[in-house]
């Protein structure tokens, strides 16, 4: 388990029977909005509000294995499928990634969608990553 703060750290938690810290990590010098885990755990994508989506590799000792700077925008949400990861800002925009060249540090988007002014407060890969389901 991996709990984001205020103060842009994260605790990294076991949650094999003893609920201990592993690793406590700063990421960012703003908060910490929202975190995900890639499918099969690659990738921790962490966005905070000053709109920075950083990416840790949970295999590595938790190291930072890149940044996503594409955007002022504080990000609001974060999904991954097999295939893609989108991310969902408070200005409307959405980005979607192939994950394949995030886990390579690769960070141009694939697609970049706009839902108006409002913000978009959820992003959601259907079944299979066949459908993109947003929020706003």
Known sequence: MVLGAE???VIV????????????LNVSPSS???IKFSRRNERLAIGSTDGILTLLDPKDDWKIAGEIESSDSSISCVDWSSRNLA???LDGSITVHES?????????PEAELT???EPVYSVDFGVRGQFLGALN
């Open 7 to 9: 103060d842009g750290s």
């Open 13 to 24: 938690v076991s949650t094999e029977n003893d609920w201990r810290t592993k690793k406590e």
């Open 32 to 34: 910490i909005a929202t």
């Open 87 to 89: 991310v969902g800002r």
């Open 100 to 108: 394949s060249r995030v886990y390579a540090n690769f960070f141009l």
């Open 115 to 117: 839902r108006g002014d």
